[in-house]
């Protein structure tokens, strides 16, 4: 205490927080990186230990910076040296306070300049109840991988992603693209969370294993409010079946939902593009490594690619997602000659 270390703790935590709010204001007007902020965060809480030793070990006298055990109690200066930093204190924690309460005063003048945007009350319905979502909604959750082997998971994705762009045909039904879906990927929300989220009131989730040439899927249709079962069938089918297994999860949703469809679809219009399902195997694990985001990923992706265009030399899509894949492992190896 004689040696105020407890004031010189407590004035270093004041003033360090009152840099690192001067920073927040100031770097981001100079456009400075975000390392910035991190590195000063860094450098006072390394320095916070040492400033405390240092108030311990040394103490400030007329004649300079000298050892504690080396002042005689009646030549110390720390009870005035307590008062300085006590007043340092107090002035900090002055300045902080009236920070505070300017961006507080702040944040209640943007909220008051921001109109209450309620529905309206129509048709009995009090003010703040929110709109009805579509009956006609869905989202599809990514199907789970259940598989012994975690590298199945291209496969689920894929098959995800496929039953996405088929209902996504359907006239009149609200379908939740993939970006958003595939946000609850390994995620634990119940329906009610998810179906408020992505507002649909339907939800189509389920599992896939595949092992060797054959793949059992799960699929069940959920009620979000609820989480209550409204359709669940289990296909077991060899892989060439994988096609009419998408087109018929499809339709057994549609005949759940009761939308009334145009006659029934084409099957052009359930089955993808490509019926080579070598060159579709191939497509589906070139998306997943390419969407790994790494240099390895780069390059099983185009090796993945060139196979499904050797198998199918015809095959579009393959063609168009080899080229951003081909620009990127051409990136890296500029790179790398640099």
């Known amino acids: 205490k004689r040696r105020n270390v407890y004031k010189v703790a407590v004035a270093y935590a004041v003033v360090g927080w009152l840099l690192i709010q001067a920073a927040s204001i100031i770097l981001p007007a100079f456009e400075a990186p975000a390392w910035t902020m991190k590195i000063l965060i860094a450098a006072l809480a390394i320095g916070f230990p040492l400033a405390v030793v240092l108030a311990w070990a040394f103490e400030i006298t007329p004649e300079g910076i000298v050892r504690s055990d080396d002042v005689s109690p009646n030549e110390s200066i720390t009870r005035k040296t307590g008062r300085k930093l006590t007043a340092t204190i107090v002035v900090v924690a002055v300045i902080a306070a009236g920070m505070f309460a300017f961006q507080f005063t702040q944040v209640g003048t943007h909220l008051r300049g921001v109109p209450n945007i309620q529905p309206k009350a129509d048709h009995g319905r009090p003010s703040g109840v929110s709109l009805p979502i579509s009956e006609k ?3 599809v959750l990514p199907l789970v991988n259940t598989s012994a082997d975690v590298a199945n998971d291209y496969f689920s ?8 762009a088929v209902l996504a045909k359907i006239p009149g039904l609200k379908i939740i693209g993939r970006s958003s879906s595939f946000l609850f ?3 634990s929300d119940d329906s009610r969370t998810i179906g408020e989220k992505l507002g649909v009131t339907n939800l189509l989730e389920g599992s896939v294993r595949k092992q060797g040439d054959r793949v059992r899927i799960v699929a069940e249709l959920i009620n979000a409010a609820d989480g209550r079962a409204l359709w669940s069938e289990t296909y077991d089918r060899e892989l060439k079946d994988v096609f009419a297994v998408q087109s018929d999860i499809a339709t057994a949703v549609t005949d759940q939902l009761k939308i009334k469809l145009l006659g029934a679809p084409a099957k052009s219009d359930a ?8 060159a579709y195997n191939a497509l589906q694990q070139g998306t997943f490594y390419f969407r790994l985001s790494t240099e390895e990923g780069t390059r099983k992706a185009t090796e993945f690619y060139g196979e499904a265009i050797r198998l199918d030399p015809n095959y579009a899509l393959a063609h168009a997602k080899s080229i951003p894949c081909l620009e990127t492992t051409r990136g890296h190896v500029v790179g790398w000659r640099r």
């Open 157 to 164: 994705d894929g098959l995800s992603e496929e039953l996405i």
């Open 185 to 187: 990927k390994g995620k």
């Open 137 to 139: 909604s869905i989202a």
């Open 271 to 278: 089955a993808p593009s490509n019926d080579n399902l070598a």
